[in-house]
């Protein structure tokens, strides 16, 4: 018997915990390379839901391999994979909407709109039709993050019409409410607007559509991890341990009711001088870094602190638009490469 064959058998025996097939059958086991000097290499691929049960499955397949004498080398690369939409008939997506994917932090003021936005814009430049959603009742920052405040038209009074901007369909409580108004609003109120603002709007033919959330994980993240099928979250934290802390809690959350954690985004990374370009690390880079490789979740960017990024913030134009070809652009151009790759597997 071949050492190719010696080693599928091995691996047969190992059963994927939710398709409930061995791990070749179903398909975990990808790219096996076995040459003839005995060294062994392939890709285990498993779901960011079930990233501990990989971690296992992994260790497994070492020990087990391991035991084969004419094995001389050997390399498994642990990744993440979507996990495949549940047939969860509470959980509904939207008509015409391939994927939903929640961009979510722990606290807030650690930049996770304007990774929202920029992220949003650097898919729809890869010729995705691309929409966002701001669902962050009390303190919406989309209208200013694109530029524009104009209400939402209705053609039936029924469903609205998203704003366009840049390329992309935008929804947010902001363009239906004045910039000093504020959302005096109990929890009912606020799931309302919510569902409306998600339902109730003409969003047509969208390959990706992100979905802003507040920070924490309160009335709108409950709301949306109970009611919507969603592709995949991911989680914005800066690099402290406060930041990472609140981090974690969003993280648990999106875990336990079983939707793919895509992966982490570091934002204020380090800070960039606009005018020498040196690098200090001002909020201790690589907590994030750290984060995800203790819990085996893909880390999908680390996003500098840069003065271009707030101008262009608050001029309403999108840096991933306004400078897609510079440093801090080809960031979010790869962000959004990374998580393409993950969605349409």
């Known amino acids: 018997m071949s050492l190719k064959s010696q080693i599928e058998d091995l691996l047969k025996t190992l059963i994927d ?53 004419d094995v001389t080398a050997l390399q498994i690369v642990l990744t993440a994979q979507r ?22 932090s722990g606290k807030g003021g650690v930049g996770k709109s304007t990774t929202a936005v920029n992220l949003a814009c650097a898919l729809q430049m890869m010729s995705l039709k691309v929409g966002i959603l701001d669902a ?41 409410m004045d910039e000093k108004t504020p959302a005096i609003w109990r929890g009912p109120m606020i799931q309302s607007a919510f569902q409306q603002m ?12 992100i979905i802003d959330l507040p920070p924490g994980t309160g009335d709108v993240q409950l709301t949306l991890v109970q009611t919507v099928l969603l ?3 991911i989680i914005v934290s800066t690099p402290q341990d406060l930041a990472l802390i609140d981090a ?11 939707v793919p954690v895509l992966g ?39 996003i500098p602190l840069h003065i271009s990024i707030r101008e262009a913030s608050e001029k309403g134009v999108p840096l991933a638009k306004v400078d897609p070809s510079s440093p801090l652009g080809n960031v979010y151009k790869t962000l959004g490469e990374k998580v393409v790759n993950i969605i349409f597997k």
């Open 231 to 233: 592709s995949g979250a």
């Open 248 to 258: 974690r809690r969003g993280l648990e959350m999106f875990l336990k009711v079983k």
């Open 17 to 69: 915990p939710l398709s409930q097939q061995d791990i070749l059958t179903c398909g975990m086991v990808q790219g096996l390379h076995v040459l003839p000097t005995g060294e062994v290499s392939f890709v285990l691929e498993v779901s960011t839901a079930y990233m501990t049960t990989g971690l296992k499955l992994k260790e497994q397949a070492e020990t087990l391999l391991k035991t084969l004498p």
């Open 264 to 302: 982490f985004v570091e934002n204020m990374s380090y800070f960039m001088c606009p005018h020498c370009s040196e690098r200090s690390e001002i909020f201790e880079h690589g907590g994030v870094r750290r984060e995800a490789q203790a819990m085996n979740i893909p880390l999908l960017a680390e």
């Open 198 to 209: 998600l339902r109730q709007v003409n969003w047509g033919e969208l390959d990706v559509l």
């Open 83 to 104: 996990k495949p939409k549940a047939n969860n008939p509470e959980k509904k997506g939207i008509p015409g909407v391939k994927h939903i994917i929640a961009v979510a």
């Open 136 to 176: 962050d009742i009390y303190g919406p920052s989309l209208p200013r993050l694109i530029g524009l405040t104009q209400k939402p038209t209705s053609d039936d009074g029924k469903m609205m019409n998203p704003i366009e901007a840049h390329g992309l369909k935008c929804m947010s409580m902001g363009f239906m």
